[in-house]
């Protein structure tokens, strides 16, 4: 069964510095990779999606992520934080041509102090 | 339009009552879902309409009823809940059922029981 890793449940960073969540996922094909920010008291919000080709995808506010198929991993960077993009950010994969649905990790929460 | 309305945003209700949880989406997707979130946890499937008809159940219990009247709405229906029951609940929508693509979430109705 698939299933995603969120080593980190807690980050915290100063603004301005950079930031890396991890992410890593077991599945045996190839799957389809998001990462979601979810602001307190709101829905989720999709940041980015990796389903092929560029390993390295561009998202939403700055953020970015690299699809490492030889580590099993997607991590979720961006080179300056926001005290605003403190929030819970959840990777989850989805099966290639599946009908199953998405599998969240569980979440990494992320606090930035000035 | 990109959004997924629901209502109402906080609902309390005693465990004898009956009330409903409403999600409404206008970009023509075909695939609705319901997510369960307990606070500091990734959201849990609940539901998945498909064509306006139950692809996936996941073992939830019966106090909690769906229901898709149409294309762009989708309701929970809840009845004799119990306090653990109090949660966050996402309706989320996507374009096809079964292909893969991003997740709109709602901003979520926060439910409490008595």
């Known amino acids: 069964a698939q299933s995603v890793t969120q080593p980190d449940i807690h980050i915290t960073v100063s603004e301005g510095a950079s930031l890396e969540l991890r992410c890593n996922y077991s599945?045996?094909?190839?799957?389809?990779l998001f990462w979601y920010v979810q602001s307190p008291g709101q829905g989720l919000q999709l940041l980015l999606k990796?389903?092929?080709?560029?390993?390295l995808v561009q998202g939403i506010k700055g953020f970015e992520a690299e699809f490492k198929r030889s580590q099993s991993s997607f991590n979720l960077r961006k080179p300056s934080v926001h005290w605003s993009d403190a929030a819970e950010y959840f990777c989850?994969?989805?099966?290639?041509?599946?009908?199953?649905?998405?599998?969240f990790g569980k979440g990494t929460r992320l606090s930035v102090i000035a | 339009d990109t959004e997924v309305t629901q209502t109402p945003k906080h609902l309390v209700m005693g465990m004898t009552n009956k009330k409903s949880l409403k999600c409404e989406q206008h970009?023509?997707?075909?695939?609705m879902y319901w997510y369960k979130q307990k606070a500091k946890k990734p959201p849990e499937l609940m539901f998945v309409?498909?064509?306006?008809?139950?692809?996936i159940n996941e073992s939830v219990p019966s106090r909690f009823s769906p229901e898709c009247p149409n294309s762009s709405l989708l309701n929970l229906h809840l009845h004799a809940l119990q306090p653990e029951d109090s949660a966050l609940y996402l309706c989320?929508?996507?374009?096809?059922?079964?292909?893969?693509?991003?997740?709109?979430f709602g901003e979520g109705s926060r439910l409490t029981v008595l």
């Open positions: 989320a929508s996507t374009g096809v059922p079964g292909g893969t693509g991003e997740l709109f």
């Open positions: 599945y045996g094909a190839t799957p389809y």
């Open positions: 990796y389903f092929s080709g560029d390993t």
């Open positions: 989850a994969v989805e099966e290639y041509g599946g009908n199953t649905p998405l599998v």
């Open positions: 970009m023509g997707h075909r695939a």
């Open positions: 309409y498909s064509y306006e008809k139950l692809s």
